[in-house]
T-cell receptor, first 116, second 112 residues
Framework: GAGVSQSPSNKVTEKGKDVELRCDPI?????LYWYRQSLGQGLEFLIY????????KSGLPSDRFSAERTGGSVSTLTIQRTQQEDSAVYLC??????????????FGPGTRLTVT | GNSVTQMEGPVTLSEEAFLTINCTYT??????LFWYVQYPGEGLQLLLK?????DKGSNKGFEATYRKETTSFHLEKGSVQVSDSAVYFC???????????FGQGTRLTINP
């Protein structure tokens, strides 16, 4: 079956513009995660959804970052007024259910965001 | 807080060499431990996992044993291949938590 998909694969934007990144999880997966991979910070957690609710938003770096999930499926990560330090690869992952011991998170290919 | 420290790279080996990538963690309770791999141009893939002390995860010739006493989860392979060239990430998920906490990654290059 299809894996986690993300779009766009690459996005170049000017500083100050807003961007939206999309994630389509594996069908039937109720848990969805956003991570960010950057040279300076490594791989860091941003937000976790269970269904359409986000019980853990602790990794969002500032109030310029927000995310939503609709229909228990597609998720959108929005970055407002982008800054150069937002340049990174944004990864989405999904897993079958609420995290239990050993639940595997399946990762998408990522969206490479470059802020000029 | 929870954290993962892994061996700094890059690591360069010859084909058929023995591989060890060290990983140690800090966490309360009993986290689940993972190794993920990122091949060139591809997304992160789960390589192996262990969910309790003394468990051994294994896949594709790679092994790692969950050592509670040394808070370690070192990755080993007896004979590496050129196709093993990738970036390897050690990660933990704390008991009762959802997010993965990753180490900084180790880039491995295998020369023929």
């Amino acid at each position: 079956g299809a894996g986690v998909s993300q779009s766009p694969s690459n996005k170049v934007t000017e500083k100050g513009k807003d961007v939206e990144l999309r994630c389509d999880p594996i069908s039937g997966h109720t848990a969805l995660y956003w991570y960010r991979q950057s040279l300076g910070q490594g791989l860091e957690f941003l937000i976790y959804f269970q269904g359409n609710s986000a019980p853990d938003k602790s990794g969002l770096p500032s109030d310029r970052f927000s995310a939503e999930r609709t229909g228990g499926s597609v998720s959108t990560l929005t970055i407002q007024r982008t800054q150069q330090e937002d340049s990174a690869v944004y990864l989405c992952a999904s897993s079958l259910g609420p995290p239990g011991r050993g639940d595997e998170q399946y990762f998408g290919p990522g969206t490479r965001l470059t802020v000029t | 807080g929870n954290s993962v420290t892994q061996m700094e790279g890059p690591v360069t080996l010859s084909e058929e060499a023995f591989l060890t990538i060290n990983c140690t963690y800090t966490a309360t309770g009993y986290p689940s431990l993972f190794w993920y791999v990122q091949y060139p141009g591809e997304g992160l893939q789960l390589l192996l996992k262990a969910t309790k002390a003394d468990d051994k995860g294994s896949n594709k010739g790679f092994e790692a044993t969950y050592r509670k006493e040394t808070t370690s989860f070192h990755l080993e392979k007896g004979s590496v291949q050129v196709s093993d060239s990738a970036v390897y990430f050690c990660a933990l998920r704390a008991s009762g938590a959802q997010k993965l906490v990753f180490g900084q990654g180790t880039r491995l290059t295998i020369n023929p």
